[in-house]
């Protein structure tokens, strides 16, 4: 054969095989996915020694803590995401210490008294839908006998970004039946711009700036942000067939956060937004020294447009349980001053403001935080009696607190240098209840309140201040309150709170 | 129905119409070939899918598989193309005389038939045939005097050396010895085939660019055991897929000191540096031949010659195998080194880029192996690893049914089993390798 011939056959049976591969191409294509769901998929293997706490003999639990994860990596940075390591390991706690992983579905149930929880019930979430949320995860979830759920952000699917799952494996992925996926908007975490330097804001709580034109008008705005939502859940419908119900507030930001250049009006939109599409919007709580810092569990009358998460990153498994233990719904009686300090803190929760626990809990507040609360018990406790003795040091006023949900929603006795005032406040209506004036006291006063039945009693240093009075709470933690524009400050000498159930 | 089984008898046995074995030839030949082609295109269909999906964020792994997939495909047309120069016809008058360089230690097993083979040999000039007796304790020196009574004092010359000096030092003596333009080395226990000589010698008539020649060299002993049979396979895909590829852009990096032809204007200039030539403070003693190939490569041109076929003697004995391959790679990190600092400006490029991926694998493949086997085990998932295997065995089926179709190699299919063994074992001699790369003893010897 001629060079010149083997040349040419060269050239043709290049030409051949390129032909016969673009043909092929389709085929081996999917043979790959098929592949690759395989490949990808990191194994795990129940350790042999997981003893698991007995929770038969427990009565179900009135309330539901939720994780949010983003990533779990087998390598590389670790940032906002987890590694897989300490992942295998806080699920494996999470399965020792009982817990039962629970969809945001049967919550849903719950509270609409239609689902009993387990006795340690916890809600597992993955936000944006990588691909490293399921492959690295999945097999840990089924060998443990977990669920979760993934919060989608659309677009990336429908890009086919290959570091996020794509629709095929988003079908795989509920095809499982271990995970639910709920919306989390379509273009929702795009950044925009917001000004004519080339700011860069959230695509939900900005106003697009485009050189020229100047910023979108209000409407455009709204319309903009409103098709996100519906986008999101439509991707969602039209390739899944789920109707999204429930959503993760992208980035955990509503416009109360970040750069935006339309703070006020994107927060009131956004919210107006969930309520009106969605039974659930989850938000997430702030951390502090690596645990928790704020309440992530969710109760029967919990807000269900903001929803409690805690993101845990790459938290030990012993930060975690700390995190979870200090939230976890706590058992009467609080008695103050008690000899172990660990188990008060334990059932205390700072919200504003320092305290110190020497001779009495003395709880302060500084100019830069005006008001100062410590909450007692959990958003669970119901018919209970607090009785403590209290001395107001410094600043205008003082106040306990009883059937604390949030800051709309509680009952509130606080007295000042002439008066006291007994108010309720419920879906964020202050309604008073009653007051005592003029009254005028030094030093230290004893107080009791009642709360039972759905009626509130208070005495105040041996006056009757209000007497089984209706309120429309009917649960709540208690707290502890003071406040001055120029700083607070007041001591609790005893405190006593007991059930009144039997 | 006795005269059926006659039939079929007849059939196995071979006597059946020359008619009848040819077109069961021809559609053996064509089926290979259809085989060929269609591995080749599913290895490009796997290594096309593959790339198309990997991550859009550039890592250093996604250039380097692509870089390497270029090499490894390519090394098919490439080798394909490899145009072996014998088109011209020259006048008898015209081979030059030739000088047959044989450095020998302990070989009284061979030397006397591999002496027989060489100056037997079918030449149109002048063969004179040095044997180097490098301190030999055998009976080595007695079977040499035996060949010079045979063929005669002025066909073979003997050299002795009272004890050992090393391989690059009998070879040097003999190239300082040799009378004639066209100095061949043959190793002593490789054995020529008649034409061989004159085949080679055909490349320095047809380029005068052309310093150096790799002769085409098989394993004598296939048929030994398994081993050999592995090892026929390795010699067929280097020198008819990867000497071939590289003799296209004329860059061919290591002439085998089993059978290589040299222009004496080449390297008797070199000798003295080659001879002396020491790596980090270490003196290069074995990889001579690679290290005589980097010299002569850096101002002239070195081609394969498929045509000059010779054959060798290899390990029979996995410990032995295992000496030599240890050996092999340590030349090849010195020679590489070595070669890295000049191939890029004195070479084609494509014959760079090529040199410097091959360069790269056995350095990066324990790494990438070692990662992708790692990974496989700590996220419980073989099947990733499968796939990796899957890529590597392909790879190696196609290159050795290349050399079946074109070449005829028998044994084609102990392919897999050369990349399983590979993969399992000789890869993992690099790291060993670099760890004792100053220890510089034989093993095979």
Redesign the interface.
């Given at each position: 054969m001629t060079?010149r011939k083997?040349?040419f056959?060269?050239v043709a049976?290049?030409a051949l095989?390129v032909l016969?591969?673009i043909l092929?191409?389709p085929i081996?294509?999917n043979l790959?996915k098929i592949?690759?769901l395989?490949?990808y998929?990191?194994?795990?293997?129940l350790p042999e020694n997981l003893a698991v706490e007995d929770m038969a003999k427990l009565p179900p639990a009135q309330s539901v803590p939720i994780l949010t994860y983003h990533g779990v990596i087998?390598k590389g940075e670790v940032g906002p995401n987890t590694d897989r390591k300490t992942f295998i390991s806080q699920m494996e706690t999470l399965k020792q210490k009982g817990y039962q992983a629970i969809s945001v579905k049967e919550y849903d149930l719950f509270k609409n008294g239609k689902f009993v929880l387990p006795a340690k019930p916890i809600i597992i979430t993955f936000d944006d839908g990588r691909k490293d949320s399921f492959y690295t995860v999945d097999?840990i979830l089924e060998k443990l006998g977990f669920k979760a759920t993934i919060f989608l952000a659309t677009i990336k699917a429908n890009e086919n970004?290959?570091?996020y799952l794509n629709w095929d494996e988003l079908a795989k992925v509920k095809a499982t039946g271990r995970w639910e996926i709920e919306a989390h908007g379509r273009r929702s975490h795009d950044q925009i711009v917001i000004d004519e330097k080339g700011s860069l804001g959230t695509y939900l709580t900005s106003r697009i700036y485009t050189p020229g034109k100047g910023l979108e008008s209000i409407e455009d705005y709204k319309k903009r942000v409103e098709a996100d939502y519906i986008n999101g859940m439509v991707d969602i419908k039209e390739h899944l067939g789920i109707d999204a119900r429930y959503f993760a507030i992208p980035l955990n930001n509503f416009g109360d956060s970040e750069i935006s250049n339309f703070h006020d009006d994107a927060y009131k939109f956004n919210r107006e937004l969930t309520k009106h599409f969605f039974k659930f919007a989850f938000t997430q709580v702030y951390k502090k020294d690596g645990i928790a810092f704020q309440n992530f569990y969710n109760y029967r009358d919990s807000n269900p447009h903001e929803v409690k998460r805690l993101s845990i990153e790459n938290m030990s498994s012993v930060d975690l349980v700390k995190s979870l233990e200090r939230f976890a719904p706590k058992s009467f009686p609080l008695i103050f001053p008690i000899t172990n300090i660990e188990s008060f803190l334990r059932n205390t929760q700072l919200i504003s403001g320092t305290f110190e626990t020497n001779n009495g809990i003395t709880l302060l507040s500084s100019m830069s935080t005006p008001a100062a609360r410590m909450l007692f018990g959990d958003q669970g406790w119901k018919n209970y009696t607090i009785k403590t003795t209290i001395a107001r040091e410094k600043g205008r006023s003082v106040s306990i607190i009883a059937y604390y949900k949030d800051e709309d929603n509680l009952i509130s006795l606080s007295w000042g240098e002439r008066s006291i005032r007994l108010v309720e406040r419920a879906d964020g209506k202050e309604r008073e209840l009653a007051s005592y004036y003029p009254w005028e006291k030094e030093g230290a006063v004893e107080i009791a309140i009642y709360l039972y039945n759905n009626s509130v009693s208070v005495y105040f240093s041996g006056v009757t201040v209000a007497y089984e009075i209706p309120i429309k709470l009917s649960r709540g933690a208690a707290g502890f309150g003071v406040w001055d524009p120029n700083g607070a400050q007041s001591t609790i000498r005893k405190l006593e709170i007991t059930s009144l159930n039997k | 129905m006795s005269t059926y089984l006659l039939k079929i008898s007849e059939y196995f046995s071979g006597n059946i119409p020359q008619r009848w074995r040819q077109l069961i030839g021809v559609s053996k030949e064509a089926f290979f070939l259809l085989i060929f082609l269609s591995l080749v295109t599913g290895l490009v269909l796997y290594k096309v899918l593959f790339i198309a999906n990997m991550s859009l964020v550039p890592s250093f792994w996604t250039f380097y598989g692509l870089t390497a997939t270029l090499f490894l495909i390519s090394r098919i047309p490439y080798a394909y193309l490899h145009k072996d120069e014998h088109d011209t016809v020259y006048l008898d008058s015209a081979y030059p005389n030739v000088s047959v360089v044989i450095a020998a230690k302990n070989e009284v097993d061979g030397i006397f038939k591999t002496i027989t083979t060489c100056v037997k040999s079918q030449y149109q000039g002048r063969i004179e045939c040095i044997v180097i007796d490098d301190g030999s304790t055998d009976g080595t020196k007695e079977e040499v005097l035996r060949a010079q009574k045979f063929y005669g004092k002025g066909g073979v010359k003997l050299i002795v050396f009272p004890e050992n000096k090393g391989k690059r030092e009998a070879m040097a003596v003999g190239i300082n010895e040799a009378q004639h333009e066209i100095i061949v080395f043959v190793d002593s226990d490789s054995f020529l085939a008649p034409d061989a000589l004159r085949h080679i010698t055909e490349h320095f008539l047809a380029n005068e660019r052309i310093g150096a020649v790799s002769g085409n060299t098989k394993v004598e002993n296939v048929n030994a055991n398994t081993l050999t049979r592995m090892q026929s396979i390795q010699y067929a895909v280097s020198f008819d897929i990867y000497k071939a590829s590289e003799s296209v852009h004329q860059s061919v990096t290591c002439c085998p000191g089993c059978f290589s032809a040299y222009r004496k204007a080449a390297i008797k200039p070199l000798v003295q540096a080659w001879k002396e030539h020491e790596f980090f403070g270490s003196k290069s003693t074995f990889g001579d031949d690679r290290g005589l190939t980097n010299f002569v490569l850096q101002s002239w041109s070195i081609v394969y010659c498929q045509k000059a076929m010779a054959t060798t003697v290899v390990p029979e004995k996995f410990s032995v195998y295992w000496r030599q391959q240890l050996r092999w790679k340590k030349s090849w990190i010195r020679e590489g080194v070595f070669a890295s600092t000049f191939m890029w400006k004195k070479r084609h490029p494509l014959a760079s880029f090529a040199f410097y991926t091959n360069f790269s694998f056995p350095i990066v493949g324990p790494i990438l192996a070692g990662s992708v086997l790692a990974h496989s085990i700590t996220t419980h998932n073989p099947l990733l690893f499968m796939v990796f295997m899957f890529g590597f065995l392909l790879l190696g089926t196609v290159f050795a049914l290349f050399v079946r179709v074109y070449h005829g190699l028998e044994n084609w299919y102990y392919m897999p089993l050369v990349s399983l063994f590979f993969v399992s074992v000789f890869i993992w001699q690099m790291p060993w390798a670099l760890i004792t790369l100053r220890k510089t003893h034989w093993g095979t010897r």
């Open positions: 060079h083997k040349q056959y060269s049976v290049i095989i016969v591969v092929l191409y081996g294509s790959l592949v690759r395989h490949t998929v990191y194994g795990y293997s087998e097999k970004d290959s570091f | -």
